[in-house]
């Protein structure tokens, strides 16, 4: 019997197998130039790019709420992205979602020889370990040929900027690249402060966003001496931004319907959000 059927499998089920063809088919005739869909039939690669990128990130907020609903439904939208830009390589004869499919499959069996082959693995940092070498084999690299510059840069290719700053930095400390302790973070953090503030004054726009990047990736260095997530605190700072606006919002339209947010003076929309701060507290 394969180990891929020693367990009920999703990859029998004739709806699942009949569910993923009519994706399929649906998006081949939304591509199809006679008679598909104006829009999808505009679509490359490069002007999907965004769409890919919301669509992954509305999945990460559904799962976050724990809303099963909601991530079935973000998750059949992140399947489209997969589906289409299959469909267009395709189209231009350079690959087919049966490659990336069976390629992905592969590479996971590769990967998990303690599963898959005869390999021991007991720890989920041993299994870490084995994929990045396992990796690194896979592309004729050696622990002694990898270049840690290139594995930075990788990260600021493919990460979000807060999450590529917290790695780059992660593994830049781990090589030894790091401050003696907290005060000299703190230290850079002011200079860092100080060296923003004159280019507002008195530089381009191209050397204040330099300046500001300096600034923020010293943050990220403060949270990572204290073990915090600055994606996770700026999603949070999000969050609670929007409820207390929505909050001011909702009153100004329960009590002034014909007056709009933009005519009330900074004072009252002060007032007015210190008021939604304070009930949302109460409720946490």
């Excluded at 059927?5 to 994706?23: C, E, G, I, K, R």
């Excluded at 081949?28 to 992954?56: F, K, M, S």
């Excluded at 559904?62 to 189209?91: C, F, K, M, S, Y």
């Excluded at 592309?139 to 999450?163: D, F």
């Amino acid at each position: 019997m394969s180990r891929f059927s020693s367990h009920p499998s999703a990859a029998t089920d004739p709806d699942v197998l009949a569910a993923l063809q009519q994706l399929i088919e649906v998006v081949e005739r939304l591509r199809d130039p006679e008679g598909g869909c104006p829009w999808d039939l505009e679509q490359t690669p490069q002007t999907l790019i965004p769409y890919v990128i919301e669509e992954a990130y509305e999945v990460v907020d559904a799962l976050r709420r724990n809303d099963p609903e909601a991530v079935a439904e973000e998750l059949g939208d992140l399947l489209l992205q997969v589906v289409l830009q299959a469909q267009i390589a395709r189209e231009n004869q350079q690959f087919s979602l049966a490659e990336v499919a069976r390629g992905i499959a592969e590479k996971l069996v590769r990967r998990h020889p303690h599963v898959f082959g005869d390999a021991t693995t007991q720890t989920p940092e041993e299994v870490r370990q084995s994929w990045e070498r396992i990796k690194a084999e896979e592309k004729g690299e050696t622990a002694q040929s990898q270049s840690v510059s290139a594995k930075l840069r990788r990260y600021g290719q493919t990460l979000p900027p807060l999450m590529a700053g917290m790695k780059i930095s992660q593994k830049a400390a781990g090589m030894g690249f790091e401050w003696e302790n907290i005060a000299g973070v703190w230290e850079k953090f002011h200079e860092e402060l100080g060296e923003f503030q004159h280019a507002l004054e008195c530089e381009s726009r191209e050397r204040q966003e330099e300046e500001l990047g300096d600034l923020l990736f010293v943050l990220i260095n403060i949270a990572r001496w204290q073990g915090l997530d600055p994606s996770a605190a700026l999603q949070g700072t999000n969050d609670r931004f929007v409820d207390r606006f929505s909050r001011v919002e909702a009153w100004i339209q329960q009590t002034h319907r014909d007056r709009p947010l933009s005519d009330f003076s900074l004072e009252e929309l002060e007032a007015l959000w210190q008021q939604a701060k304070a009930e949302l507290a109460k409720k946490a």
